[in-house]
């Protein structure tokens, strides 16, 4: 980490820290995102004492260990949370089940509170509590004479039937009264079944009916009797908040509630096994689930971050000069975004490089031309082909100039025509008469006859004045008519027109250059002012010229603003039309 | 005499060319345009023809095109790019050779003897005709 305002200057570039940094592809052709480390090898390889074992970590891999992470504390959370609930929500469930079965003890509730019209017989009454816990035998106790309905024993009275107890009197008294289930099969009859019930009818001694509430963890301890309100009638005294309840009805009205607690903790060993298998399943779930979420996460990551490997292969590509490799764009993320950019860039690069290429491979044949000529004139002498004489020094030296000029015509054109353009206010038309003036004697040679006489005109009465480079508005006019020297018949003829047009009509200048035959067929004018384009199939060489001036014009004049169109002339050759703005002041 | 005609619009190249051949000992003429070459090599075949792609009015491979309908005898062609090569292999229209510019005038006049050295009259028109133009790869050499 750089402390702010650390000066950068005191370390010399190529430290030893600034090497190791590099990023190891620029040291080393390495496929990318190979398995072993590229930037500890590179460490390695130089010779740094860098412990960098780690493997690299890969954007792809940051996000599968961040959704591992982020599973990982889920299903702990999940597995834990559902563990404790059932722990928890296990002794609920069983208040739930054991109060369900107490339904005779809200009958025998609701009898009491039946008779009584109200809880206030009840209330606090440990003692009539406890006598209605008792149930039937209770009852039975205090009437005289046995009820004939049956009803549902307690289940400690049917617990207690099972203990073997010698019969005092063994005598056998037909068929069983007391059946628990009412409709019980036919059975052989059995002393303690028959005994048993005709012996409730006297008094119960006590090692029958001990006081159930006295029992461990006995279910009386954990009942209550609530009101139609919820608040304790008799009971015990019990977290009510926990309590399963369940109501008591009297004419479809609730007029109270018998309540149980649940049991504080699980003790029995069912209950432990119970949980344990809960739980066992719980995490196995959890582990299956986090496994498959993992790969699936692994295999997302990958799917996600799989265009970025792509990119960074084709970014090595058009880096390493492979500018056709483009990367295939899916979807409208971000990612696609970027790989759209990047072939949109990757697009440019070609176009560029590629007129950079025919550019090249132009000019290499503009410069042979003239070198062909020159090797096989001075092979010829060499060969005693021709003998060397004023005329063939004349031929050689033509040549020379020829190649010259178009060594000239490609540095200028390989300028970027804005950068040095420097305007300041210009006569264009005065440029125009010098350029006329500057070839009157090679125009008057070819018998070309130039009609000026509208520059002259408009000259003579308001010169328009724009704004631009007087330096590359002359080269301009000069190609124009080199062009015209060049591509013009002898004995043809020139003529330049101007037109000024003022604010309320365009407030521009357009000259025209009208020469006579030979024309440009109509398919070659569009590309006329291409770079290094020559009417090859219709004009004549022979006065030379790069192909380099009219491309040169182009850049000018669209540099100052204007436009420069060729099209057929009257004159029946070439008619080229300039427009340039004129400067806002005029 | 053996008779060569030149079409090329290089004025100093061509007359170069023609001062060579005439010391070989050939007799050329000179055209400067494709047209009116095509309507001379049309009107009275010559033994030879040095055809350069390049031309104005009509173009040299379209000279080769429309010479091919009417006459049979030998034309090399002078090329200045390699895609004009390509272009030329690729229509196989029947050029019997190709230079590539810039040429050594010796090489050119060397290729001259031995395209008709195999187009003399002692051999059967179509066979050499056949073996030179599965010959230029040597030429390729040349076109840098």
């Known amino acids: 980490m750089e402390g702010p305002g650390r000066d950068f200057s005191q370390f010399p570039p190529h430290s030893a820290d600034t090497i190791g940094v590099l990023p190891p592809s620029f040291v080393h052709r390495r496929p990318p995102f190979s398995p072993d480390s590229p930037v500890a090898m590179h460490a390695a390889e130089c010779g740094h004492a860098r412990a960098l074992p780690m493997p690299q970590l890969t954007l792809s891999r940051k996000i599968f260990l961040a959704l591992a992470a982020l599973l990982l504390v889920l299903l702990i959370s999940f597995a834990g949370l559902s563990i404790i609930a059932l722990q928890r929500g296990l002794g609920s469930y069983v208040a739930e089940i054991e109060i369900r079965r107490m339904d005779w003890l809200a009958q025998l509730v609701l009898k009491n509170y039946v008779a009584h019209g109200d809880w206030k017989n009840l209330r606090d009454n440990d003692d009539a509590w406890q006598r209605l816990q008792m149930g039937r035998f209770a009852s039975l106790l205090d009437s005289t004479a046995a009820n004939g309905d049956e009803r549902r024993l307690p289940p400690w009275y049917e617990y207690r039937t099972m203990r073997p107890e010698p019969p005092p009197d063994g005598a056998p008294t037909g068929a069983p009264a007391g059946a628990p289930n009412g409709d019980p099969p036919p059975m052989p009859p059995s002393p303690q079944l028959d005994l048993l019930p005709r012996r409730m009818l006297g008094a119960p001694p006590p090692w029958v009916f001990p006081d159930p509430r006295g029992m461990h963890d006995s279910i009386y301890q954990r009942l209550a009797v609530l009101d139609a309100s919820g608040a304790r009638v008799v009971g015990a005294d019990i977290d009510m908040a926990n309590a399963a309840r369940m109501p008591i009805r009297h004419n479809k009205s609730v007029i109270g509630y018998l309540a149980l607690a649940p049991l504080q903790g699980l003790e029995s060993e069912a209950d432990r096994a119970f949980i344990a298998r809960q739980s066992g399943v719980i995490v196995l779930t959890g582990l299956c689930g986090l496994g498959f979420a993992l790969v699936l996460s692994w295999l997302l990551a990958r799917r996600w971050f799989r265009p970025i490997d792509e990119l960074t292969q084709a970014a090595q590509d058009v880096a390493q000069g492979r500018l056709s490799t483009r990367v295939a764009v899916q979807g409208s993320d971000e990612l696609a975004l970027l790989g759209k950019t990047f072939n949109d860039m990757a697009q440019r690069l070609d176009t560029v490089e590629a007129s950079r290429r025919a550019w090249l491979a132009d000019a290499a044949h503009e410069l042979r031309t003239p070198l062909a000529a020159m090797r096989a004139e001075i092979e010829a002498l060499q060969d005693g082909v021709r003998t060397f004489d004023e005329r063939t020094a004349l031929r050689l030296h033509r040549q020379v100039i020829r190649l010259g000029q178009r060594v000239d015509d490609l540095r200028s054109s390989m300028r970027e025509p804005q950068s040095d353009l420097l305007t300041t206010t210009v006569f264009p038309l005065s440029l125009l008469k010098e350029a006329l003036d500057h070839t009157r004697d090679r125009f008057a040679k070819r018998g070309i006859v130039v009609d000026r006489h509208a520059v002259d005109h408009v000259t003579a009465s308001a010169q328009p004045v724009i704004d631009g480079n007087a330096h590359r508005l002359h080269q301009v006019f000069m190609n124009l008519l080199e062009n015209t020297l060049a591509y013009t018949d002898e004995g043809g003829k020139l003529r330049l027109d101007v037109i000024v047009e003022g604010a309320w009509t365009g407030n521009c200048l357009t000259l025209l250059f009208d020469d006579s035959a030979p024309g440009v067929p109509d398919e070659e004018l569009p590309r006329l002012f291409d770079r290094l384009f020559r009417g090859e199939t219709s004009r004549s060489r022979e006065h030379g010229g790069s192909g380099l001036g009219l491309s040169i014009c182009r850049a000018t004049i669209e540099a100052h603003g204007g436009t420069i169109e060729a099209s057929a002339s009257p004159l029946g050759g070439l008619r080229v039309t300039i427009t340039l703005p004129l400067a806002t002041s005029s | ?144």
């Open chain 2, 1 to 144: 005499m053996t008779r060569i005609v030149i079409v090329e619009d290089e004025i100093d190249i061509a007359s170069v060319v023609q001062d060579y051949l005439r010391h070989a000992g050939y007799e050329t003429t000179h055209f400067t345009d494709g047209q009116s070459a095509l309507d001379s090599i049309v009107a009275t075949p010559p033994d030879l023809t040095l055809l350069d792609i390049m031309l104005p009015r009509l173009d040299g491979i379209e000279v080769l095109r429309r010479a091919r309908e009417h006459t049979a005898h030998p034309i090399i062609m002078l090329t200045a790019r390699i895609e004009e090569v390509d272009r030329l292999l690729g229509l196989e229209l029947g050029a019997d050779d190709y230079v590539c510019k810039p040429f050594s005038p010796r090489e050119l006049v060397a290729r001259v003897r031995a395209v008709l050295r195999r187009t003399a009259p002692g051999n059967a028109p179509g066979q050499g005709s056949s073996q030179s133009r599965a010959a230029p790869c040597s030429t390729a050499a040349c076109c840098h």
